[in-house]
């Protein structure tokens, strides 16, 4: 199992230093989520500095109250899993996921893949 992790390049918070993505099962899923509802030419090792960080986090957090990252993961689930526990817990997670890279994004001061 891999890993992912960014840094933050200037970060205004604790939130902001880095993000770690325990598996890369989940930040490919992320990164698709992001390319379905965001833009699909999102790259899966993106840096970004300060201005496109906080601008990407507020595209990302407007879609995310909007409800479409939970229809996207909800979809998905229900294509990869049988059982609706597991389904629901993998919704949880990535709609987890999605707020902490949003987070991180508007407090990293521009970021960079590790």
Known sequence: MSDQEFKGLNPKSKAGESIFFY???YWIGLC???QMVYDESFPPYVSMDEKNAGYVADALQR???YGLFKAYFEHTAS???DDASEAAGY???MLD?????????KNCGGCKPV
């Open 97 to 105: 996921y999605t707020a902490q890279y949003i987070e991180f994004l």
């Open 79 to 81: 294509k990869i899993f």
């Open 91 to 93: 919704v949880e997670t």
């Open 32 to 34: 698709e989520g992001i």
């Open 63 to 65: 879609r995310l109250d």
């Open 23 to 25: 598996s890369m099962d």
